[in-house]
Structure formats: C-alpha cells, structure tokens
C-alpha cells in the first residue's frame, strides 16, 4: 500500500536509507576498528522485516513498517506458538528476530535460547545455561530482571545479573567472551540490553538502591576488551567531561560540579546507575543514556544537586567524551530515575524541523529537548504530577512545590508521581504514520519518610519509606497516545493496574501493550479502540516486538511474566494481602497477587494464513 | 543407576578403590576402603533444614531486646530487602510465620551470621549481641497462624476495569 510520507522524519527511516545505499555499493563489515561508528552491516540489521535492536533501531521507536497485520483484520489474531522460559520472575525486554532466528534471554539465571524459525514448532538450535552467581539475587532492587541481547557481527551479547558481559556466537550458542564489568560485593549487578554502535558494546550497569557509583562503558564486540568507561559521578576526568563538553544551560559548564555537587566524597556511593535504554544518532554520532536515582533515597544525607544523577546524558560513542548533559530532577527526594528511553525523532515545531529526543520521565514531564545541544524545547506533564509546578525554560529547572519536598521530620505526603513515576522502565513507542507517541503509564502517589541510612557495602542504602496510593481517578495505570508537538494526551486506556509492559507501533496502525493481570492487548493506533485481547497466564513486563517470518507473514511477540518492581512486590512468600501483613498501609499493588502469578513464556502470535495474505 | 547410586561409584573410583565391585557389594567393601567409616548412615532427612536449637537465645529475657533489634534491623539495611515491619519485598517475609531456612533462634542467627545463597549478605561482621537482638525482633514478628488460604468472596473478585 502507498502511503503518503510523514513530515515527521524517524532516524530508523533515514538510517534505512543509508542501508539501502551501503547494501547496493556492496560494502560489507570488515571488524577492523571502526572507531564506534555503525558499519553496514549493524545498518543492515534495522532492516524492517527484522527485530535486530532491543528497540528496532537506534532511535528507539519500538516501530515497525510491517503492516500485514491492520485494523481491519487484528480482531483475527491468533496463538501460533508458544514456549516456557524455565524461569520464573520478571520477564521484561524482549526477544530478537535475526535471519530466521529468534533470541530469547531469561530473567537470572539468564539463560539464552535460539530457537529456528525455518521449521514447525520452532524447535530449539541451541541454549545457553552461564553460572550466574546466585547471590546477585540479593543485589537486585527491582526483581532479578534482563532487558535483553543484542546482535551484532555474528554474536549474540548480553548482560548477566551479576554484573558481567557474555558474547556468544549466535549460530552455535559457544561462548565467545565474558567480562566481568562490576562486583556484586559493592551492590553492583547488570539488567539492562546492551546497544551495539559500531563495533562497541555499549553496556551500563545497576545497584542505585545498593550505593554504587554509575557507570556506562564500550566493550569491543570482537574480543571483551573494555574499551573505555565512563562514570557519572565524579571528577571530570573520570566523567569524561572535557574541553568537548558543552551543556546548554549555563548553570551547568562550572567544572567538576559532579563532585562538587555532593557533600565530600558522596559520589563515590551515589547511585546515577545507566540501567535503561540506550540510543544512538548516526549523523550526530552521539550515543543517549539517563541515570538513574542519586543515593542514598534520603536527600538530606547528600545537599547538593547531585550530578549527574537523574540526568540525560549525550556521549560519543567511539571514546565516552560528555558531549552535553541535562539534569531533569536536581537534588531528587523522590526516586525519580532519568533512565526512561530517549526517543530520537525529527519534529516540525513553530515552522521548523527539530532534532529532538523525547523523553516521558519518571518526574512525570514529557520532555522534548534539541538531541544536538540538550536545550529543553517543551517539558509538560504527561501524567498527575505535584512536586513541581513548570519546568523553567531559561535555565532547564524545574520549579519545586516546597510542601512535596522530602528530607525533613516526619511524613511529606501525597507527593504525585510515586517514585515508580508517571512511566517506569517500560518502553513508550512513535509512530511516524499517526506521528503520536504510545506510553504505558502509572497514576500513583506516595507518602514519603527519611531516616539517616549508614553504608554497607553490599545491602540497600536507602533511608527511606514510601508507601503508594492511586492517583486521581483511582485508576493507578493507563495506556495513552500522546502528542509531541501539541503536548498532549490525544487518547488513553485506563488500566486497574500500572501498565509496565512495553509498547509496539506498526505501519499498520495497530500498537500492541500488555497489562500487569495479564492481558496482551492490540488497539487502533489512531482511536485507542481495543480491538483484540487476550489472557497470556501471567502478567506482562515484557515489549512486544513484530517480525517477518520465513512464510511472509507478520509475526508478533511478547513474554508473560510478571515482575520487576511491580511483580517483585507482590510475588515469592510475600502475600501481600494476608490479614497478618504488617507493612505500612497502602503499601506498593497489594491486590496484585489476587489476579497474576508468576510466570514465564515467550508468545508469537499471527493472523492465519488465508487472511494474512 | 541412580543419581544417589552414581554418586557413590563416582566417589569409590575417585579414591581408587576397588569401583565396580564395592558398588554391586558396598556393604562388604566398607570398612577398610573407607577407613572405617560407614558408608550407610542412617536417619538421612529429605530436603531438611535440620533444627540447631542447642544454645537459645542469650537476649530472650531482656525486655528491650525486641525494640533494640527493630531499631537494628533500619540500621544493618535489613530493611531495604525485607521491608517495613519486615513483612517482605525482594527479600522473603520474615512475619509470615513460614522459614526458608528455620524459625528457631539458632537458625535465625545462622542465617544472618553466615549469610545465605540466594542473595542474603553475611553479617558475621557485626557478630554477636546485635545478631541476638535481631533474633529477638525476627521472632517477635512470627505469625503462629497460617494463612493458607485466600478467596474471591473476600476481595469481590476481578478488577473493575
């Protein structure tokens, strides 16, 4: 079908196009040094009929051109396969589709799956069982999650929970290398998809609750070798800010204000954890990751704005260099990590075309900034959020509400979102067609106390109480469509439960989320009309992704199975909803546990034949 | 042949006995092979966490021993994993009245002395009076009564959606 082009340019689009040109000159990889700039051949892996990224490509749309399956015909989706993982927990991420081939990796102990898409039942070519440590469990905050592989030069790569990196040969399942990055004896663990840019592995690490210092590093894809590291706390030196750096508000070019803006020596244990998405813009070569929350929870215990937690962060991918950075929430009391994906796309605003990352916080603003220079075009709350008034444009801050302040004696309450935010890690999803963007969203609140918290190495430092409640309406979730030039909601979808799964948007105008009881749901991109469901068994962390299968037909994919911080609260020997539970009233989802349990497939589903055609 | 079974020839081929014959007669082959040690021990509990009661609770009397150990269990992070009141997040419920690995005073400070596998750190560090006092408040939250069972009439079934 012809379609009209959008004015609103996506990166995957262009870098297609830069593909298409490669493949017909010829050029195939050479894996010699390529200085962290893409080679044809990761370009050839955003190919449509593929799922090669963990987000489908470098921009992070979570789109797909694939449009065989539409509105008119998803009402006949149905199951075409299925397979248990053999691990429980929560299942996020997702699985990748590469040449007839698809990947799937597990929550720890992380094992790795390849199962052949040529033949009936997709039967398995090969599976990867590593020797996790178990004792990693106890370093994971947020449930013992993985966010997925990525592919690249023949390997399959990914993160293991206690704090390594493992390469293995997507055709053998043989283990290529594995490299120890972090110790899980200082709180450190790994649970988020590597982004291959180049011959770089670009890999982040967790522990923001354990007191660690945050970090993002490049391994070489070839050999394991850490080919550089950056911190996000600290000297300069050590942040990579150089003479190269330059932030677009003023405030922030003092030098060495990621120690200074800690009382002495905190950064050291101050959390600002890259645990999230990573995305890359080939013409701009610069590489986007957030940080997550400074540490410890406890804000007195460090004054300060705390840089560069809670922040954006543009890198060159070849060497680490800072190229810009953005502090969204300084001085954040409120668990409100900066590691939702950027979202790289082209805008037309005020009668020009901007570069622009778009970020839905977990502050609860949507933010459109230049991805160029790190200025915030437009900040607007995209959910019900009170601990701010405005986002300042002149210099990037946000105007605090004193009375949501925390840090003092006592409880602040009713502090809008809860510090699981207006999104959590769940990834939002652009459609260049309907140029909306699709964000599974929480509405919850949450009363907070401090008290002082010592560090020992290893165990959670914290210092902080935070039990949620539903936010306006009652409803604590909604899938919504969202506006990036009007700022605003066009559509949403209330959800009993936060929706923490991931989204997926097709050309066909079909976007595709799951709900935490357990509901896979299709709907129409344009309207929010739910058009197919259905009970996959356990609840939904995962993001769905869609493929071109060998027979022609559109594939779509998603993992059941509940988890991470939603499901890790509710699920083990925790019954929330025993009489003799003692925790703090309201605490956390305590009627969860009555509607899911846990769970772990990998689902593909498809229309029939006949009507696929 | 047996895992238990393999396990035995694995172990008399490894110390050079006399493998196939001591596995189809073990009984004969025991005492010199094995330096007198019986290799029939009797009494083997499956999949037990046997109790190791010997020695209570030196803090059991002391009246402030529970508010102590509560205010401990904030201080050591215990918190962070176990949550509030200790009723559970990433780490199990310690007040549900059911043990991983054992309820009894011993078998508490085991558990937080040494440390166990999937994840809980090993406070040996600050052995042994304050690992008293958070046995004393551990303890004090145990639930006799097991819940075993929830119904829908009790929650008014699904979610309004």
């Known amino acids: 079908m012809r379609r009209q082009l959008p004015r609103v340019l996506v990166i995957s689009a262009a870098a297609a196009f830069a593909i298409a040109v490669l493949a017909v000159a010829g050029l195939a990889a050479t894996g010699r040094l390529n200085a962290g700039r893409p080679s044809p051949a990761d370009a050839a892996i955003g190919a449509h009929t593929d799922w090669a990224m963990p987000a489908g490509d470098y921009a992070n749309t979570r789109y797909s051109a694939l449009d065989q399956i539409t509105t008119a015909n998803v009402a006949g989706l149905r199951v075409e396969w299925s397979f248990a993982t053999g691990t429980l927990r929560g299942h996020e991420g997702q699985p990748l589709v590469v040449g007839n081939t698809m990947y799937v990796v597990t929550p720890w102990p992380n094992v790795a799956y390849a199962f052949d898409l040529t033949r009936e039942g997709y039967p398995l070519k090969w599976k990867y069982r590593p020797d996790v440590n178990p004792a990693a469990q106890g370093v994971a905050c947020c449930d013992v999650v993985n966010r997925g592989a990525a592919y690249a030069d023949g390997k399959i790569i990914y993160n293991l929970l206690d704090a390594e990196t493992v390469a293995l040969d997507a055709s053998t399942g043989r ?58 706390t600290g000297p300069d030196a050590e942040v990579r800010a150089d003479s190269g750096f330059h932030p677009f508000y003023a405030a922030d ?125 437009s900040a607007t709350p995209y959910i019900h959020l009170n601990w701010a008034t405005k986002v300042d444009l002149t210099t990037g801050r946000p105007v605090t509400v004193p009375g949501k302040q925390t840090g003092g004696a006592g409880w602040t309450r009713d502090i809008c ?15 260049p067609h309907t140029r909306l963007f699709y964000v599974p969203t929480n509405n919850m ?30 409803n604590r979730g909604e899938f919504m469509a969202w506006d990036p030039v009007r700022a605003r909601k066009v559509w949403g979808i209330r959800e009993p439960f936060p929706v923490w ?94 509607h899911t349990s846990w769970g772990g497939m990998v689902w593909v589903f498809a229309l029939p034949p006949r009507t696929a055609r | ?41 009797r009494n083997i509990q499956a999949g037990a966490v046997l109790k190791v009661d010997s020695g209570g609770n030196p803090y059991a009397a002391n009246p402030k021993a ?5 205010d401990l269990f904030n201080r050591y992070n215990c918190d962070g994993c176990h949550g509030d009141g200790a009723a559970g997040s990433v780490g199990p419920s310690l007040a549900d009245g059911r043990w991983r690995y054992g309820g009894t005073p011993r078998e508490i400070y085991q558990s937080i002395y040494e440390g166990r596998p999937l994840g809980m750190p090993s406070y040996r560090a600050v052995a042994n009076e304050p690992i008293w006092y958070l046995v004393s408040y551990v303890r004090s939250l145990a639930d006799s009564t097991d819940h075993a069972t929830q119904n829908a009439a009790t929650w008014g079934g699904p979610p309004a959606r």
């Open chain 1, 175 to 232: 283990q290529v290398w594995r490299t120890r990055m972090g110790d899980i004896n200082r709180g450190e663990s790994m649970t988020m998809a590597p982004l291959v840019i180049g011959n770089r592995a670009i890999v982040g690490g967790s522990g923001g609750e354990y007191g660690v210092r945050g970090w993002i590093a490049a391994l070489d894809v070839a050999t394991g070798r850490e080919v550089w590291r950056a911190y996000n």
């Open chain 1, 253 to 377: 070019r003092e030098p060495e204000q990621a120690s200074r803006s800690w009382p002495a020596g905190a950064w050291k244990i101050g959390g600002a954890t890259a645990w999230g998405w990573i995305s890359y813009d080939p013409d701009l070569h610069l590489l986007y990751h957030g940080t997550g929350n400074p540490g410890p929870w406890n804000p007195a215990q460090r004054p300060g704005d705390n840089k560069w937690a809670t922040s954006t962060l543009a890198r060159d991918p070849a060497t680490g260099a800072l190229r810009w950075a953005y502090q969204q929430t300084p001085h954040d009391g409120w668990d409100y990590d900066g590691v939702n994906e950027n979202i790289l796309v082209d805008l037309s605003i005020a009668d020009s075309v901007r570069k622009a990352l778009v970020r839905f916080d977990r502050n609860g603003f949507a933010y459109v900034q230049d991805r160029r220079t790190g200025e915030v075009i």
């Open chain 1, 417 to 431: 979102p809860s510090l699981e935010g207006g999104k959590d890690q769940g990834p939002a999803a652009y459609s």
């Open chain 1, 445 to 474: 609140c949450m009363d907070w106390k401090v008290r002082e918290v010592s560090y020992i190495a290893g165990t959670p430092y914290m210092g902080a109480s935070a039990p949620y409640h539903a936010g306006p309406g009652g």
């Open chain 1, 501 to 594: 799964s991931g989204t997926l948007a097709t050309a066909g105008d079909v976007v595709f989320y799951g709900t935490l009881d357990g509901w896979f749901k299709a709907v129409d991109a344009r309207s929010g009309a739910v058009l197919w469901k259905l009970k996959i068994g356990s609840g939904i962390v995962g993001n769905p992704i869609t493929y071109r299968g060998p027979d022609g037909r559109q594939y779509v994919a998603i993992y059941a199975g509940v988890g991470g911080d939603m499901g890790a609260l509710i699920g083990g020997d925790v019954r929330a909803d025993a009489p003799y539970d003692t925790r703090t009233p309201a605490d956390v989802i305590v009627d969860l546990a009555r």
């Open chain 2, 1 to 41: 042949m047996t895992a238990r079974g393999a396990a035995w020839f694995v172990a008399l081929v490894a110390l050079g006995g006399c493998g196939r014959d001591a596995t189809r007669h073990p009984a004969t082959a025991a005492s010199a092979a094995w330096g007198g040690v019986t290799p029939h021990p």
């Open chain 2, 66 to 70: 529970v508010s102590i150990g509560a």
